[in-house]
């Protein structure tokens, strides 16, 4: 059982792993999914990320795959002086902003 990536190669997070793949000697069953043509909308790839999105990584029963939602900055995250986040901390008064 090994490691296979499900990427596009014209996309580039897809590239980067696997640039990263392929210098750091790690063996793996390349899966090409052509998003051109709409292979990421089939049902069989559905089976490997229900989120339809590449790059995609699966070894045995365990799959990684690109997430959709994007942290906010650690500036963001926090009033000033406080460890609550932002959206909570904003409802009290800070006398730091």
């Known amino acids: ?7 596009d190669l014209l996309s ?6 696997y640039i990263f793949t392929r210098r750091n ?3 793996f069953q390349l899966r090409t999914v052509e ?3 709409g292979q990421h909308y ?7 990320n229900p989120l339809r999105k590449v790059p995609a990584l699966k070894g045995g029963d365990f799959t990684l795959a690109e997430r959709t939602c994007k ?7 926090t ?3 406080s460890t609550q986040p932002c959206r909570v901390a904003a409802a009290e008064p ?3 902003r």
């Open 12 to 17: 580039q997070p897809c590239r980067t792993v």
């Open 79 to 81: 009033c000033p002086g």
């Open 42 to 48: 089939t049902e069989s790839f559905g089976q490997v």
């Open 1 to 7: 059982m090994g490691l296979e990536l499900f990427l």
């Open 35 to 37: 998003l051109l043509k």
């Open 71 to 77: 942290p906010e900055p650690r500036w963001m995250s």
């Open 25 to 27: 000697g790690i063996p």
């Open 94 to 96: 800070c006398d730091r």
